[in-house]
């Protein structure tokens, strides 16, 4: 079973510029939940969601931030315009059930100059 | 607030020896207490998951210990090799909800 893939594994953009992350999950896995961590701080939650609809965004830090999962398949989180304090390792993870076990993805990695 | 808190930040230790990594929380309600091992460059595993009424779980070279009163928690790694060489994350989660909180994590380095 293939684990969760996330693209790109780096990122690096200048500040303004705008960049999507994808992240495609386990097959099977309804739940999607995308996480960051800054440097030096702990992974922290952005959001989640149920197949395509958004469960919960409360993490999300402002509307410069937008994620999608249409089809309840793959998912992007875009970022635009991208700020310097957005640098960090953008991590997805998915589960089959809401409380079951997260699987995580390798993470991307954004910095923005 | 829930907050997760992890001792030491980082440790080194000599491949064979044995280590304790510490986890303090403050989430409420307490649902369950999962130990992550994070590899450098790949998303963190899960090791253990400990509910409530459980005070420790193993696997392997891994033992994990839970005191729900004090809530604090240990992992335990015997015999480290090499391959323990990663950040082992404490993440805590809260009754009815999906969002779990996590600790920083302690850095391990085993040394030959």
């Known amino acids: 079973e293939a684990g969760v893939t996330q693209f790109p594994s780096h990122s690096v953009i200048e500040k303004g510029q705008t960049v999507t992350l994808r992240c495609d999950p386990i097959s099977g896995h309804d739940n999607l939940y995308w996480y960051r961590r800054v440097m030096g701080k702990e992974i922290k939650f952005l959001l989640h969601f149920v197949k395509e609809s958004k469960q919960d965004e409360s993490g999300m830090p402002n509307n410069r931030f937008l994620a999608e999962r249409t089809g309840g398949t793959y998912s992007t989180l875009k970022v635009q315009p991208a700020e310097l304090e957005d640098s960090g390792v953008y991590f997805c993870a998915s589960s089959r059930q809401g409380m079951d076990e997260q699987f995580f993805g390798p993470g991307t990695r954004l910095t923005v100059l | ?112």
Not at chain 2, 14 to 20: F, Q, R
Not at chain 2, 36 to 50: N, W
Not at chain 2, 55 to 60: E, V
Not at chain 2, 70 to 81: N, R, V
Request: some cysteine; glycine content about 8%.
């Open chain 2, 1 to 112: 607030k829930n907050q997760v808190e992890q001792s030491p930040q980082s440790l080194i230790i000599l491949e064979g020896k044995n280590c304790t990594l510490q986890c303090n929380y403050t989430v409420s309600p307490f649902s369950n207490l999962r130990w992550y091992k994070q590899d450098t460059g790949r998303g963190p595993v899960s090791l253990t998951i400990m509910t409530f009424s459980e005070n420790t779980k193993s696997n392997g070279r891994y033992t994990a210990t839970l005191d729900a009163d004090t809530k604090q928690s240990s992992l335990h790694i015997t015999a480290s090799q090499l391959s323990d060489s990663a950040s082992y994350i404490c993440v805590v989660s809260s009754g009815g909800s999906y969002i779990p909180t996590f600790g920083r994590g302690t850095s391990l380095i085993v040394h030959p």
